[in-house]
């Protein structure tokens, strides 16, 4: 067996095979060919994923896996780690994408002969790429890394290079949440919008996986120059490659702390984007004390993020944009008012803009956005700054609050657009309006929006409080007459019924559903069902990520699971959610009529001995293996019964849930009313 080859898991092992995990520790017991551990530990060990695919087909259980998921499995395996596996699959991916016809030479010989034409190759693409001095420092792979780029190559021919990579970057971010804190497409993309469709050159001072760089949409006429920076060497890398298989782009990529290290200190960029790490106390503040960046002030030890900002204004041309995603404790902060002044006075501060919470991580808080631009010489202040508020925007459900993106989108773009353009915008009460930069110059200089935008007297009115509490009443009648009956025993002497079972993997090799997995991506533009969705009983509220592959939509009768979280939930499709695009951390199963009940399969899916016996842990996540949840082997027509039984649960559920919702929608209305004196207490 060849050094570092790649290493799997008694739970991938299983992954693999489309078996549970008690199956892999069965065969290690009974078949003494089965190969022998290569690392890990005595409780937790990894075996040669060659030697594990061999034995698996000659035992005849290897099961179809996507060719994304076997290039995956190589990728996570690397003997350096997945990120140095990432980097050298992105560089394979760009050489593939940017020399096609070079390419074809080292992929038809052998692995040795392969790794010594890529080397000179990689060189060469990399450099024209980039250029000098760039963060990518992929050590020359050896024919022992020979396979990886081969199945790299074979994913970008089904998939396209940048969507290949894509994939590989999305999976390894879903196994390391707590190692990275990325920008989500939406946030990104708004801030991309406020920055300006004009802009040629734009910096990320603290790029991350380039997420906010990726969102910017250039010209193909005049293509945007794009700086990235990060002290990460392995972002710094990995966001030049995104960026570089992304488009046409030029990339200029860094690595160093851009506060202490800036590299590009000769920048004026149109704009500047940037989601900066967020209460940093060791940000520089004793050497950098007299850094001529701080125009507006030095920042205070607490106030990282003010530090920042200044950054991003220096990397301006005059009339330049800057737009930086903040935690809302830099609006208020007394040790930071100082600054926050002269940024009004000298008007270079322009727009705050309060996010719903759950836009962005960290997800419990509501961030906001802060728009800046350079002043010009010569060019008077602004009289007013824009204010926005987007969380009267959000959804609320199941106790979550979640953003209506689509709405939150328009709303501060609207606003900024108008503002932008004319000085001035039309107040949208509890959403937007200019606030005078005189009436926020006081001891305070609170810039947070709904200080400023208390939400419209009387918001929800007695008439409509009415209405409310009518609609209640009718929920609760609902529920009342879909209370199930009392519970009666499965037997006569009150023992469990004990019924022949079943596993899902097992009905999916026999043909009785299909199993499908969700991306929330895709072409087209059906709504997304998310994890949320599912959770709250709720419509489709997501939207896709685009991407070049067919969004899984999904049909009547189809049952959704979601395989993160815990939670014992488990969503037919009606009518009403026909064609949404499934999301991610979502299953699919599509069940035959003719095999199976949906509503008995859903039924039982929700068992919590069903879901305990089928849950592993990832990292500190609860991850459900559908494949491994059982069901009954009964007839159909007494799935239907159950099924019968399942459906009217299911039913009761969603008016306990809408009751909910009503009565929290009249306790604050009648809150509000009355402490507003719209609502008399009688």
Known sequence: MPENTAEVTAAEIARLAGVGRAAVSNWRRRHPDFPKPVGGTETSPSFALPEIEEWLRAQGKLAEVPLRERVWQQLSGHPGGAVAGLLEAGCVLLVVRDRPTDWRAPAAVSDQRMAALLRPLLA???GARFGTGHPLTVTAPGPEAMPLARGVAAL???????????????????????QYTPTPPGPADLMAALAGPAARTVLDPACGTGTLLRA?????????????????????????????????????????????????????????????????????????????????????????????????????????????????????????????????????????????????????????????????????????LLLVDTAPLAESGGGRERAAWPAVHSAVLDAWETYDRTGGTEEVPGISRVVPVLELLDDDVDLTPARHLPPPAGGAGPAALTAVRDRLDETLTLATRLTPPPAAPATADGDPARLPLTTIGELARAGALVLRTGTGSGTGSAPVLTEQDVYTGTGPSGTLAD????????????????????????????????????????????????????????????????????????????????????????????????????????????????????????????????????VTPE
């Open 216 to 384: 910017v949409r250039s010209r193909p006429e005049a293509p945007a120059t794009l700086y990235a920076q990060d002290s990460s060497p392995e972002l710094a890398a990995l966001s030049a490659l995104r960026l570089a298989l992304h488009g046409d782009a030029e990339v200029v990529a860094a690595t160093a702390d851009s506060l202490r290290s800036d590299a590009f200190p000769g920048l004026a960029a149109d704009a500047v984007l940037c989601h900066p790490p967020f209460n940093e106390r060791n940000w520089g503040h004793e050497e950098l004390a007299y850094d001529p960046r701080w125009e507006y002030g030095f920042p205070a030890r607490t106030e990282s993020e003010l530090a920042w900002v200044q950054h991003a204004l220096a990397r301006l041309r005059e009339g330049g944009t800057a737009v930086l995603l903040m935690p809302p404790a830099v609006a208020a902060r007394r040790s930071g008012r100082r600054i926050r002044a002269d940024l009004l006075r000298r008007g270079a501060l322009r727009a705050v803009a309060a996010l719903p919470a759950g836009a962005a991580p960290p997800y419990g808080i509501p961030l906001h956005l802060w728009v800046l631009r350079k002043p010009a010489p010569h060019t008077p202040p602004p009289a007013g």
């Open 547 to 678: 991407t070049a592959d067919e969004p899984l939509l999904t049909e009547p009768g189809d049952v959704v699971v979601p395989v993160v979280g815990g939670a014992t939930v488990a969503r037919v499709i009606g009518p009403a959610t026909a064609g949404a695009a499934l999301g991610r951390n979502l299953q699919l199963l599509r069940p035959d009529p003719a095999a199976l009940d949906p509503w008995f399969l859903a039924g039982f899916l929700r068992g919590t001995a069903n879901q305990r016996q089928a849950s592993s842990y990832v990292s500190t996540a609860t991850r459900l293996d559908v494949r491994r949840l059982q069901l009954p082997r009964l007839p159909l027509a007494e799935q239907h019964r159950y099924g019968d039984r399942f459906r009217a649960l299911a039913e009761f559920e969603d008016a306990l849930r809408l009751a909910g919702r009503l009565g929290e929608q009249l306790v604050q209305g009648l809150y509000d009313g009355l402490t507003d004196g719209t």
């Open 156 to 178: 970008a021919a089904e998939l396209g290079a940048r969507n290949a990579f894509e994939f590989l970057l999305g999976r390894h971010l879903d196994t390391s949440p707590r």
């Open 124 to 126: 060469e693409v990399l």
